[in-house]
């Protein structure tokens, strides 16, 4: 999995639970290194690390997995997305934007689904089957928000500045198999 799944997150947590607090989190996830942000990490540090955080933090941990997936979407736009494709998916209407993009997504989904599995069902709308962030996860309510939030950034960068990303059922509600996000226009 890519390592913005937890470098991301880090500023987030220190800024709300200190240098410490952070770093005993990490300790429970199993996260003795940080990562380098230069290569790959085992999708399981990353799942541990949001999982602790949810159990420490319930309160707090959508809106801290919200602003670290937006800053992994802020740093694929920086570092990952060429400039002139984005300049190109700027200029498309909508529709075919939202096509191409959801295909460079499905392209490159082992870098946010892990060993999961990416399915494009549509331009507008994807499912993450066995998505490693919440393995084994029981809820009432979806648990996706870093995902959700990666996407909603994106597509509001290079779609549509009002697109807006919603998890729809999520694998550890009761019932559920994938987690299905829907791309919404207001």
């Known amino acids: 999995m890519g390592p913005n799944a ?24 199993g996260v003795a290194q940080i990562p380098d942000g230069q290569s790959m990490i085992p999708e399981e540090q990353a799942a541990r690390l949001h999982r602790v955080m949810r159990i420490r933090a319930p309160e707090a941990a959508p809106d801290l997995a919200l602003l670290s997936g937006t800053g992994t979407a802020d740093y694929i736009l920086a570092h990952r997305i060429p400039r002139v494709a984005q300049t190109i998916l700027k200029a498309l209407p909508p529709p075919l934007a939202a096509r191409a993009l959801t295909a460079a997504i499905g392209k490159h989904a082992w870098t946010f689904a892990g060993s999961g599995r990416f399915e494009a069902k549509g331009p507008w709308c994807f499912e993450i089957h066995d998505n490693p962030l919440i393995r084994g996860e029981k809820s009432d309510a979806p648990l996706c928000t870093w995902h959700a939030a990666v996407f909603e950034r994106l597509y509001r960068v290079l779609v549509a500045p009002d697109c807006r990303c919603v998890e729809t059922c999520c694998r550890a509600q009761p019932g559920q198999d994938r987690c299905r996000f829907e791309l919404r226009r207001a």
């Open 6 to 29: 937890i470098l991301q997150l880090l500023p987030h947590l220190e800024e709300r639970f200190g240098a410490s607090g952070t770093r005993e989190m990490l300790d429970l996830a």
